[in-house]
């Protein structure tokens, strides 16, 4: 069983910055690919990024190329949000795929366990 809680969302002004945690618990955290995804109001929810099980291969939805990054440490993974945008505003969910270590990628379905979600709120 993995349990993914994520922090640090808020409100920014438009530009600035902020830094997403999700925590997960479970002995082979590093072992598995994980995700990060988005849904605002009225909306599907999206892609944002995903990072390998080893940290190296990582996967950014265009929309946030070069203003996001992905990383992970032994229990964690980040994402950082960096020029932030109005359209950026959403409730961010961390996501992992316990059932392939290979399996990296963008599709939700992909991902077998999920965070509760933490709101991320832009203002212009």
């Known amino acids: 069983q993995v349990q993914l809680v994520e922090s640090g969302g808020g409100l920014v002004q438009a530009g600035g910055s902020l830094r997403l945690s999700c925590a997960a618990s479970g002995p082979t955290f590093s072992t598995y690919p994980l995700g990060w995804f988005r849904q605002a109001p009225g909306k599907e929810r999206e892609f944002v990024s995903a990072?390998?099980?080893?940290?190296?291969p990582t996967y950014y939805a265009e929309s946030v190329k070069g203003r996001f990054t992905i990383s992970r440490d032994k229990t964690t993974v980040f994402l950082s949000m960096n020029s932030t945008k109005p359209e950026d505003t959403a409730v961010y969910y961390c996501?992992?795929?316990?059932?392939?270590?290979?399996?990296?990628?963008?599709?939700?379905?992909?991902?077998?366990?999920w965070g509760q979600g933490t709101q991320v709120t832009v203002s212009a």
């Open positions: 990072i390998s099980w080893s940290g190296g």
């Open positions: 996501a992992a795929n316990t059932r392939e270590k290979y399996g990296l990628g963008r599709s939700p379905g992909l991902y077998n366990y």
